[in-house]
């Protein structure tokens, strides 16, 4: 096993000479949902004073990271290969390399939005990266680093609907979101359809599914997840594109390890200001044609 004997002040500095000796591979440029992009060069000597999940991480000799398999361009499991892609998962391999594994030493969990707090509490992955809001309900039970970027709630339309044209006309409207999500919340709190009128599922994709077999008629979450789906069935499906709430994504990660957020925050302020961010989001996400920066991470 790699000795990791460097203290954290030094892991910082570790990263401002080793994160620009990246190589930007972009993948093909057939849509969203496909990748690998950019591969990070890997730290050597790392050490966290204080963390006991990257204790557990060394001590296994892998990283076990809780991401998404279903959400095309952002975290996406191809049924085929079983690989991982999209911005979400360059993300979290990025946050790995600066910590010191290669991918070879990477599981990737797939955790849906319900069991994503009990995963994190109960030492199933040592870190989320999989659209998660930050919010101060989830912050009573886990931490967050970053935000690392910021959507918004939107509505995911059959193609030729011009019934549904924003959050206001959903009523009598079947909608489907995920258990567990900030948007299923919204749904209810401000009453924007009939409680009866509400569909609920483990994956976005189930709801995608419905609303193409017209068993409902909205699919409500991130905008940055539908426009992965529109683009998947651009014939049939649309986003409406006018988004309704502030989705900051955070890096989920054990309440009491100050420590790793730490070091992800500085992993990820330093992704921002050489570029990496941007070339990660550009051969992922943003191959969809929207543009976006990277924002701040937030010190709480
Ligand atoms: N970002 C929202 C959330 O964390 C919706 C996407 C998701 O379910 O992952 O709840």
Known sequence: MRVRSLAIGLLVGGLALTACGKEGTPAGDSGVGEGPSTTAEVATDVKIEGSPTFDRMTQNDKVVIGVKEDQPGLGYKDPTTGEYSGFDIEIAKLIAAKLGFEESKIEFKTVQSAGREAAITNGDVDYYVGTYTINDKRKAQISFAGPYFVAGQDLLVRKDDTSITGKDTLKGKKVCSVTGSTPIQ?????????????????????????????????????????????????DALKVIGKPFSEEPYGVGLAHDDKALRDAINDILEKAKDDGTWQDLYDSTLGKSGSKSEAPDVDRY
Do not use: H, M, W
């Not at 409680?195 to 991130?222: H, M, R």
């Open 186 to 234: 919204k749904v209810r709190d401000e009453a924007l359809t009939e409680p009866e009128n509400i569909v609920e599922f483990q994956g976005y994709s189930q709801c995608v599914d419905k609303l193409l077999t017209k068993e409902v008629d909205a699919v409500t979450t991130d905008d940055a997840i539908l426009k992965g789906y529109a683009a998947q069935d651009p």
